[in-house]
């Protein structure tokens, strides 16, 4: 069976931009290029503020993606569910445009009857374990983010595990904004398991800015080109929708 790829960029961050462009447009660019941009606030004792939580909210909604406020000690949980949650979403709004195309503009699956509806989200949970999956993960090095690596990297390399039953194959890379030089360093590149993390954020320093915009534009360059969404079921799968009678 063919299958498109799921794309998506995992930020972690604990506080708002504060250099270069405005990251919710960026956001959005990544967006029509068929990229999820996720967003997890980590915060410790001290609260993300206002402006922090806000940003990060409007970014995973221009981004099409799942926003999360955690503290540091729950990150690990955190990133697994929103990696996931946003997989499902990003399907199950793919299936949506092929059910218009099938039923008409005005239908969605929760219009279809509970038995139709079961056999849509069928196809959807099986995409969800058989689709390619890529995750570019950006982790903001900034200078308060700085005891929170050790509980970042553990989270990470979690994650890589939780997603090994899955039949589709997974690949990972990971930069950190700010650079030394530049707006991101990379860590990584693409590798279908982040085992490899260990000790790596022990190397790292901290700088002060959060140019969160910039390494987000830097990150859609990580991916292979594509077409949109749309690619994203093609063939079989379509086929497979006909197939539950839509």
Same mark, same amino acid.
Do not use: C
């Given at each position: 069976?063919?299958? #498109?790829?799921?794309?998506?960029?995992? %930020?972690?961050?604990?506080?708002?931009?504060?250099?270069?462009?405005? !990251?919710?447009?960026?956001?959005?660019?990544?967006? =029509?290029?068929?990229?999820?941009?996720n967003?997890? #606030?980590?915060?410790? @004792?001290?609260?993300?503020? +206002?402006? #922090?939580? +806000?940003?990060?909210?409007?970014?995973?909604? &221009?981004?099409?993606?799942? &926003?999360?406020?955690?503290?540091?000690?729950?990150?690990?949980? $955190?990133?697994?569910?929103?990696t996931?949650?946003?997989m499902?979403?990003?399907?199950?709004?793919?299936?949506?445009?092929?059910?218009?195309?099938? %039923?008409?503009?005005?239908?969605e699956? +929760?219009?279809?009857?509970p038995e139709?509806?079961?056999?849509?989200?069928?196809?959807?949970?099986?995409? /969800? =374990?058989?689709?390619?999956?890529?995750?570019?993960?950006?982790?903001d090095? *900034?200078?308060?983010?700085?005891?929170k690596?050790?509980?970042?990297? =553990?989270? %990470?390399? @979690?994650l *890589?595990?939780? %997603?090994? &039953?899955?039949? #589709? *194959?997974?690949?990972?890379?990971?930069?950190?904004? !700010?650079?030394?030089?530049?707006?991101?360093?990379?860590?990584l590149?693409? $590798?279908?398991?982040? $085992?490899?993390?260990? /000790?790596?954020?022990?190397?790292?320093?901290?700088?002060g800015?959060?140019?969160?915009?910039?390494?987000?534009?830097?990150?859609? &360059?990580?991916?292979? $080109?594509?077409g *949109?969404?749309?690619?994203?079921?093609?063939?079989? +799968?379509?086929?497979?929708?006909? =197939?539950? /009678?839509?």
């Open positions: 069976m063919s299958k #498109g790829t799921l794309k998506q960029i995992l %930020l972690l961050t604990d506080g708002h931009s504060n250099q270069g462009e405005d !990251p919710v447009a960026i956001a959005a660019l990544a967006k =029509e290029q068929g990229i999820t941009v967003v997890i #606030g980590i915060v410790d @004792d001290n609260h993300l503020n +206002e402006q #922090g939580i +806000e940003e990060i909210e409007a970014i995973a909604l &221009s981004g099409g993606g799942v &926003s999360q406020i955690v503290y540091a000690k729950q990150l690990t949980k $955190t990133v697994q569910m929103v996931r949650k946003a499902t979403q990003t399907i199950h709004g793919v299936v949506n445009k092929e059910l218009q195309q099938i %039923l008409g503009a005005d239908q699956m +929760e219009d279809l009857p139709k509806r079961g056999q849509v989200m069928e196809v959807v949970d099986e995409l /969800g =374990e058989t689709m390619s999956l890529e995750v570019l993960i950006l982790v090095t *900034s200078a308060s983010m700085n005891n690596l050790p509980m970042v990297q =553990e989270s %990470l390399i @979690d *890589s595990i939780s %997603l090994t &039953s899955r039949m #589709g *194959s997974n690949r990972f890379s990971l930069y950190s904004f !700010p650079g030394k030089r530049k707006d991101v360093d990379k860590l590149d693409w $590798t279908p398991q982040l $085992t490899a993390l260990t /000790g790596i954020f022990q190397k790292l320093s901290s700088g800015v959060t140019p969160t915009g910039p390494a987000l534009r830097e990150a859609l &360059s990580k991916f292979s $080109t594509s *949109s969404r749309r690619s994203l079921i093609a063939g079989d +799968e379509e086929q497979l929708l006909k =197939e539950s /009678g839509m």
